[in-house]
């Protein structure tokens, strides 16, 4: 067999994988679909109540895919993933046989992906149901969607390979890591409401730029050019965060490689 | 003819400890070979350099004549581990795990089928088909997980105390299978606690101390390095008679903690021993032929 087809049988068994696990864990996978569907119903009910916000819910809903559905869905997931391949021994298992690390990195990134389309497709269904619209180019939508994945999985191997030792630890760090940014990140309030200092540090938080990239297209249907700076931040944090998630993960192989 | 495995001479330090000092080992086709010795005398280390889980320091590893070092992650292949532990994935059935293993080897649709249901069969996995491994007991996921090892058809299997995990029972079903393996031409680097699991299964022994062979050989090659055909073991308040009177029949002693054994030159029944003993304290004794434990203790030292 050549190693293209190799890697190309590889990446599909570790993403073949993971989906099925995801599936077989009925309680994982509930909590998956309920916690954001409950986000976007409880916004909807809000902004139904009071009509003058009513054009608030446009944003809400681009906000709560990628702010918190995506973001534990796919940051959270891909931690524990490395986690559990960590605590099972499956990580040592994994390095005996012929597993390219790209066709691994890969698996988990296909898997991830298929899993935040199913989290699209689940909540914008919701929210268009309660009344919310999609303005702009569902392209660019897209692109924005993709760079956000890939960053929030390369986040996801970055803090696995480096600090999630145990799947008990990792909703603890994604509790403490994730709630602080997606607050700053402007997921449950607009940044204007926040005093100045916080919508200053708000600034460096990538999950702003995220929401703020996709509520641009889907909420206001803006193009290409006015989101030119979002753009620039947003693929230049997935690249910054792939980097920073393959070091780390061969920084973990090395490691398991040792002990 | 080239050897499945051949060790030559390595060196392996974990900072100031010099872990492997002159390791050398060679494991021919359809050999099973066993690594015996004290905990933290590198036996897992030699078998981690073996299936590149460790770089050595010095010295050379060859597989299937080939130099390790010079062999891609793709020579993973030409070997299987199977470890104490089984790393298995638990939501998925015993069949989901051995396709995913043979996925991350390259087994084509069809062979891949086969092979999967082959080992299903010969490991008798069928009954817990539709059984999550994670709900497996433990021995039949150590079961499982030596079928995974197997999954590629290695040249060479290697075996880090597969059986210290489980009961006794499981145990000795292992220890059929691994029997069956030998029957059928596996080649088979083993490292174990149970000297009678070594003497069971492997055809050569090498025991090993402070990260070298210090001796190495068949089964009958290492019972034949003690000095005696039989061992008598006595427990006694006065050690100093029992030595005094052994000189006295010129059998050779030894002592291992509270221990005394009498290395016998003939087969003596119990009643002979009884009688040569006669008149020194001896408040328990038994005798047995010589066991891979004798020479254990006669080449190493200490247990294993």
Not at chain 1, 75 to 94: F, P, S
Not at chain 1, 109 to 136: D, P
Not at chain 2, 48 to 76: F, H, N, T, W
Request: charged residues 15%.
């Amino acid at each position: 067999m050549q190693s293209s087809q190799l890697f190309l049988l590889q990446t599909r068994a570790v993403a073949q994988r993971l989906l099925l696990e995801q599936w077989r864990q009925k309680r994982g996978l509930i909590f998956w679909a309920v916690f954001p569907s409950t986000m976007m119903l409880l916004f909807g009910l809000v902004y139904a109540h009071n009509a003058s916000m009513r054009a608030g819910l446009d944003a809400a809903a681009a906000g709560i895919l990628v702010g918190a559905a995506l973001f534990f869905s796919c940051l959270g997931g891909t931690v524990a993933v490395i986690a559990a391949e960590r605590e099972r021994g499956t990580l040592h298992r994994l390095l005996t046989t012929p597993l390219h690390p790209a066709a691994y990195f890969l698996g988990v990134v296909i898997a991830q992906l298929l899993l935040a389309l199913m989290q699209v497709v689940m909540l914008y269904s919701i929210a268009l149901l309660i009344g919310a619209q999609y303005h702009g180019s569902v392209f660019l939508g897209g692109v924005i969607l993709l760079l956000s994945v890939f960053s929030y999985v390369g986040m996801g191997f970055f803090l696995g390979a480096r600090f999630a030792r145990r799947s008990e630890e990792v909703v603890v760090a994604l509790s403490a890591i994730g709630v602080p940014l997606l607050v700053l990140g402007g997921t449950f309030f607009p940044l204007e409401i926040m005093p100045q200092g916080m919508q200053n540090l708000a600034q460096i938080n990538p999950m702003l730029h995220m929401n703020q990239a996709f509520k641009g297209v889907a909420a206001y249907g803006m193009g290409l050019h006015e989101l030119r700076f979002e753009l620039a931040f947003l693929v230049a944090f997935c690249g910054l965060s792939l980097a920073l998630g393959v070091q780390s993960y061969r920084h973990l192989l090395d490691g398991n490689k040792s002990q | 003819m080239t050897a499945v495995l051949e060790i030559q001479d390595i060196h392996k330090w974990f900072g100031s400890h010099h872990v492997l000092d002159g390791f050398s080992l060679r494991v021919e086709q359809g050999e099973v070979v066993g690594l015996l010795g004290p905990n933290g005398c590198g036996k897992s280390t030699v078998l981690k350099i073996v299936c590149k889980l460790l770089s050595l320091d010095a010295g050379e590893v060859l597989l299937m004549g080939q130099p390790l070092s010079e062999l891609s992650y793709r020579a993973r292949g030409l070997v299987g581990l199977c470890t104490q532990h089984s790393s298995l994935y638990p939501d998925l059935l015993p069949a989901e795990n051995l396709h995913f293993f043979a996925r991350l080897y390259g087994l084509s649709d069809q062979d891949r089928q086969h092979r999967v249901e082959e080992l299903m069969n010969r490991f008798e996995l069928e009954n817990f088909a539709n059984t999550r491994v994670g709900q497996l007991s433990g021995g039949w996921q150590q079961r499982l997980h030596l079928a995974v090892s197997l999954i590629h058809r290695p040249k060479l299997l290697v075996l880090d105390e597969p059986t210290s995990a489980v009961d006794l029972e499981a145990r000795m079903d292992l220890w059929r299978l691994i029997e069956g393996l030998r029957d059928s031409g596996t080649t088979i680097l083993l490292t174990s606690h149970h000297l009678a699991e070594a003497e069971r299964l492997c055809s050569r022994v090498a025991l090993m101390r402070s990260g070298k062979v210090l001796a190495a050989g068949s089964i009958t090659e290492l019972l034949a390095r003690v000095p005696g055909q039989a061992v008598a073991k006595v427990q006694s308040a006065d050690h100093e008679a029992i030595l005094q009177r052994a000189l006295d029949l010129g059998w050779q002693v030894r002592q291992h903690a509270d221990q005394i054994r009498l290395l016998l030159p003939f087969t003596f029944n119990l009643r002979e021993i009884v009688d040569a003993l006669d008149g020194t304290q001896v408040s328990a004794v038994s005798v047995h032929p010589v066991t891979l434990e004798d020479a254990y203790l006669e080449l190493v030292g200490g247990s294993p």
